[in-house]
């Protein structure tokens, strides 16, 4: 087998099925009366799918659904947190202080508020993903990047699970059983968690508006295409360095749809399908996350913050992520992110809402005024916070379908590394190039 790959260039099933198709289209001509009409169908595909243009397409395409989700979503989210952040200066004096008072303002509705404000950009991000993927596109992606994927170690059926892995990683992992081979299947499944799911854009934006300036919405981008290119090269790594992994990689076989026209209906039903999910995870999990934090803060009663228990927790935790540029503000988000992504945003929200309720905006303005973050260490924590542990959730679903606790670790643990190394990689890099 290497030897023909060596001889024709390429992998031998490409070749294969390139000289099929071929002789397919030598043969319809000759047994097909009259020449069938060019339809819009195939001007379109005869652009998406050529092999030089297919792939700057599905990157402008993203392009502009990042642009459309940031933009048309700000508005909303501007709405949402003004309501928060007046509801906390009218409760707080009419509660007269003390340990409930703390509880609604700082816990309540700082933590769950400065979570609650992204709830348009998730869900105008699900519209853009609902439209490309009734129109028939979606299918189309995953044909034109099975070539490279199929090249750097994936099977080209792993688009689709990692392409839900932008969603949430939970169905990205579920959606894994439709890969035939078992050794293509559990691949798939430890490089998933490194596709940006949607639990993770609220520490983007924060991040973003609050030290990337003009550059927020080129960084969020950058995180997305950051954990297709991780995972890729991650696959890459273990098909050559595990053994269990080499061998022969089946072929993809895919029909591609009629191209539609959404509609608005079921555009919507497919976003509010996919957003409840968030909805539903800010009602339990992220709830009882940020009460957790807010208690950690704000005891012992009436001690600073700093001498609480979630500042001794972050003293302790610090000098992992001084080399990081992270201080204990940062590794206590990050730590608690391991429960929930979303619990990151709501952690700075408890910690720079004690004595008062904190926006969106006044988190950020804190971030850019005490150099919590410079633009180079923010962008380094975005990065960690893209690669590092999934979720708890991730992390059963992850055992559940490999049923191996040596896999579900060994995904745990070169993840954290991974993050460590990339973010230490920025940090160190950027120095070098002048960046503070």
């Known amino acids: 087998m290497s030897r023909i790959r060596e001889v024709l260039g390429e992998d031998p099933e490409i070749v294969l099925a390139e000289r099929r198709y071929d002789w397919i289209s030598k043969v319809l ?30 990157l402008a395409l993203w392009w502009a659904l990042f642009r459309f989700t940031f933009d048309v979503s700000a508005p909303f989210s501007d709405l949402i947190d003004m309501f928060f952040s007046r509801l906390g200066e009218a409760v ?3 509660l007269g202080g003390g340990v409930l008072s703390s509880l609604i303002a700082d816990g309540l509705l700082g933590g769950l508020g400065s979570v609650l404000v992204f709830i348009p950009p998730i869900f105008f991000l699900f519209f853009g993903l609902s439209i490309l993927e009734d129109s028939g596109y979606l299918a189309r992606a995953a044909f034109v ?5 199929y ?67 080129a960084g969020i981008y950058s995180m997305y295409i950051m954990g297709i290119g991780l995972a890729i090269a991650m696959a890459l790594l273990f098909r050559r360095v595990i053994p269990y992994f080499r061998g022969r990689r089946s072929a993809f076989i895919m029909e591609l749809p009629l191209y539609t026209v959404p509609t608005l209906r079921s555009t919507i039903l497919h976003m509010w399908e996919r957003g409840f999910l968030f909805l539903k995870k800010a009602g339990t999990v992220i709830f009882i996350g940020v009460l957790v934090v807010w208690a950690l803060s704000s ?16 003293r302790a935790l610090e000098p992992l992520f001084r080399p990081l540029g992270f201080d204990w503000r940062g590794a206590v988000a990050l730590f608690f ?13 408890v910690i720079f809402g004690a004595g008062g309720e904190a926006s969106e905006e006044e988190i950020a303005d804190v ?19 893209l690669i590092y542990i999934p ?45 503070s």
């Not at 998406?48 to 599905?58: A, E, N, R």
């Not at 699970?161 to 299947?185: H, K, Q, S």
């Not at 579900?408 to 230490?424: I, W």
């Open 145 to 149: 990047v099975d070539k490279i994927l």
């Open 391 to 435: 979720c708890v959730a991730t992390v059963g679903v992850i055992y559940r379908e490999t049923n191996s606790w040596k896999w579900t670790l060994f995904t745990v643990l070169y993840e954290l590394l991974l993050a460590y190394f990339t973010a230490f990689l920025i940090v160190s890099v950027g120095h070098l190039l002048g960046f």
């Open 337 to 349: 992110g391991f429960i929930a992504k979303e619990i990151v945003v709501g952690t700075f929200g």
């Open 29 to 58: 001509p000759k047994v097909m009366r009259g020449a069938r009409p060019i339809t819009l169908s195939d001007l379109l595909d005869k652009a998406l799918l050529d092999k030089y243009l297919g792939i700057p397409i599905f």
């Open 151 to 217: 090249k750097l170690g994936l099977h080209g059926r792993s688009f689709i699970p990692m392409l839900l892995g932008f969603g949430c990683n939970i169905p990205g992992v579920m959606a894994c059983r439709t890969i035939d081979r078992e050794e293509d299947r559990l691949l798939t499944i430890i490089v998933n968690p490194l596709m940006s799911c949607s639990a993770r854009l609220p520490v983007y934006v924060l991040i973003s508006s609050a030290v990337l300036g003009g550059y927020a919405v």
């Open 92 to 94: 707080e004096p009419a």
């Open 367 to 385: 971030i850019r005024s005490e150099n919590i973050f410079t633009p180079l260490t923010g962008y380094a924590f975005m990065a960690f916070t």
């Open 299 to 314: 005891f012992p009663w009436g001690a600073g913050l700093e001498e609480s228990y979630i500042g001794v927790l972050g």
